[in-house]
């Protein structure tokens, strides 16, 4: 166990090294760079761009040494923590973003929890009552749920809450709590907000899984041990729930890893719908403002997250799952 | 029944197609869209630019068969009647009543180039003398919402087939390569699609079309974002196809193929691909709703294709903010055509899925 794990973290390495290439190069495709963009903004405020001040720029981003230096330059100092300096907003990345990362996490968590909540009773449900009244309802649910884009979710919430409560039910925190120092406070209104986006993103979620776990399910109830424990008297709900489950339930440990870049993409899209403070609209504006060093660290964290995400789903699956050898 | 024993592969899986309803049914509302966008010049009553300045913001007229005259034999609309409310500015419309304006078909209407080839003026349905029909309502600027998701669906319905083809090239030479040969080609592509498959779609896409230049045309642009959606959507099938090719390689029939003399690519085109390509058909039906959601996603937040391309993200943009949506909900309708075309690819999937391998069982 312990040289899988020592294993599975080196191969971590090789990955996230190709990942911020891909970042490097996402930050390098836009047409111009940083200092056109910074010198169209000056002229537009009505400054006048001497000769020396684009030297001076051009030399403070060091955009004059070749690419690879520039590359080796950028991820040299991501792995110290420096995630280079957001022209837009006049600060280092790295005071922008981590609250927005931690939330986006948050949020994320939140979804994947309410995924499970819904889909293993629905998914065991459909499966125990395959072919009923049941099954057939829950898997129209369920279709109808993968085929909805998120955002319409949220646009059709956004008008329910509005239509029926007259409540908004855009944002993260009331507008006292927006700027104010993390407390016990600010995280019970966080808590009294984020099932909106946990209900919209866990929806989606619970579809696609609650289908996966119905399949499984099936697969195993037709297997012999099941007949032989029913045979020998053991009570359904105990049957089923001690054996077939517990084998069924499988991908969901195993796909927490793959559940998390679509849960990063979904809640950035609905966080531009609902206004929320997340990775997501940040990302939009820096990718809309050719801020590249903001859009190429939150792109390079959230891979990161992922794969450390999925490094952590098999690390719990060849916990639970004693079918699984290491070599 | 009997004979079933020698009935070929496709006619038994078309046989067990046929067998899943919900799939038949969607596969036929799938021809029913495409047809639709086909045609879209002649079924559309409006062209995708046209204004009218009485009707705007005005939501969906109803096609009515009862007026105060009795019962009428062809259904008819009445024209809208604009008042504006003193406080909110808002425009109220109300169903002008005076005067039923039955709808014809075939009328001549705003001339247009049928596939940008042939110039011509009949619409499917229409209304005369001052009348207008507006069946999904219209837009801010008055544009009819029915023509504009007709279009629209011209540019989203085919952006999903075109990516996928694109897809399928990639998927199959890639995962072809790495099943076929292994080794060290096999390692390098697995390591690939991983990487790609951990970094989050829709941020790469953003980034990715992000760095599209603006000064791009329309279909620069729409063919720009179909490569992106496909540069990130070839890894599920090239993991399909590089499994299959993994279990294949070791069958009796290929290795006697291949002791037999056959040269590579015979063993490849001829005995190897067409034992799965039901399941590669399969997988780029599941391919196609990701593409289209993908599109919308995309040019929903504005980055993706833009006005006055039209496609059912660039027309989901007008319902962005809660205002719009509680004041103009018919906005989100082609939010609608999107689930209903997402959901019955889904389905047609399912049904290949199940018919993909009629041998079982």
């Known amino acids: ?327 | 029944m009997t004979d079933l024993a020698v009935a070929s592969q496709w006619r038994l899986m078309w046989l067990r197609f046929r067998r899943h309803r919900l799939a038949v049914v969607s596969a036929g509302v799938l021809v029913g869209f495409y047809v639709m966008v086909l045609f879209c010049e002649i079924i559309a009553p409006y062209g995708v630019d046209d204004r009218n300045v009485q009707a705007i913001q005005a939501p969906p007229q109803r096609l009515r068969l009862l007026s105060s005259e009795g019962i009428q034999f062809r259904p008819f609309v009445y024209n809208h009647s604009m008042t504006i409310d003193p406080h909110t500015w808002q425009r109220l419309y109300e169903p002008d009543i005076a005067a039923a304006h039955t709808v014809r078909f075939f009328v001549r209407g705003t001339s247009y180039k049928f596939w940008g080839l042939l110039a011509w003026d009949l619409h499917l349905f229409g209304t005369a003398d001052g009348g207008y029909i507006h069946l999904f309502g219209t837009d801010k600027l008055g544009r009819d919402l029915f023509s504009r998701i007709l279009y629209g669906g011209r540019i989203s319905l085919t952006i999903g087939l075109v990516g996928v083809s694109l897809t399928f090239v990639l998927g199959i030479l890639l995962g072809g390569f790495a099943g076929y040969y292994g080794g060290w080609i096999d390692s390098l592509t697995q390591r690939m699609i991983e990487v790609i498959q951990s970094i989050p779609q829709l941020p790469l896409w953003m980034a990715l079309s992000a760095s599209l230049p603006p000064e791009w045309s329309g279909l620069s642009i729409y063919f720009g974002i179909t490569v992106i959606l496909s540069f990130l959507g070839w890894t599920g099938l090239a993991r399909v196809v590089r499994g299959k090719f993994l279990s294949l390689r070791e069958e009796d029939f290929v290795v006697s193929a291949r002791l037999l003399g056959a040269d590579q690519s015979r063993v490849i085109f001829r005995h190897m691909l067409p034992s799965f390509l039901s399941h590669i058909i399969t997988s780029a039906t599941m391919a196609v709703p990701g593409m289209i959601l993908g599109e919308t996603a995309l040019s929903f937040l504005g980055i993706g294709l833009r006005p006055p391309i039209v496609s059912w993200g660039v027309l989901l943009q007008q319902a962005q903010n809660y205002q719009a949506v509680s004041l103009t909900p018919w906005l989100l309708l082609p939010g609608l055509f999107v689930i209903v075309a997402v959901l019955a690819f889904n389905l047609v999937g399912d049904g290949l899925r199940d018919a993909a391998d009629p041998y079982q069982h």
């Open chain 1, 1 to 327: 166990m312990g040289r899988y794990v020592l294993r599975r973290i080196l191969g971590m390495i090789p990955t996230l090294a190709i990942i911020s290439v891909i970042s490097f190069v996402l930050i390098q495709l836009p047409p111009g760079d940083i200092v056109t963009s910074t010198l169209a903004d000056l002229e537009q405020q009505g400054q006048q761009v001497t000769e020396e001040r684009i030297a001076a720029l051009r030399a403070m981003y060091h955009l004059d040494d070749s690419i690879p230096v520039q590359y080796l330059r950028w991820a040299g100092n991501f792995l110290t923590g420096n995630l280079g300096y957001s022209i837009r907003y006049q600060q280092p990345v790295s005071r922008l973003i981590w609250e927005r990362i931690f939330l986006t996490v948050v949020i994320a968590m939140a979804s994947i929890l309410f995924t499970w909540v819904i889909a293993i009773p629905a998914g065991i449900l459909s499966a125990v009552r395959q072919y009923s009244a049941t099954d057939y309802s829950l898997t129209v649910l369920a279709l109808l749920g993968m085929a909805t884009p998120n955002f319409m979710l949220a646009l059709v919430m956004m008008y329910l809450g509005y239509e029926w409560f007259g409540i908004s039910v855009g944002g993260l925190f009331s507008p006292d709590f927006v700027d104010a120092p993390w407390s016990l406070a600010r995280i019970g209104d966080l808590l009294k907000h984020v099932w909106v986006p946990m209900v919209i993103l866990g929806l989606g979620g619970a579809a696609g899984m609650m289908r996966v776990l119905r399949a499984n399910l099936l697969d195993e109830l037709r297997k012999p041990y099941v007949v032989t424990a029913r045979a020998k008297g053991v009570r359904p709900v105990r049957l089923i729930l001690k054996y077939p489950v517990r084998l069924a339930i499988n991908p969901f440990i195993s796909t927490i890893g793959w559940m998390l870049p679509a849960l990063f993409s979904g809640s950035a899209i609905i966080s531009v719908v609902l206004d929320l403070p997340t990775t997501g609209p940040l990302l939009l504006e820096a990718l809309m403002s050719q801020d590249m060093y903001l859009a190429g660290s939150f792109i390079m964290i959230l891979s990161t997250l992922t794969v450390i995400g999925t490094l952590i789903s098999d690390l719990l699956l060849a916990i639970v799952d004693p079918r699984i050898r290491y070599e």
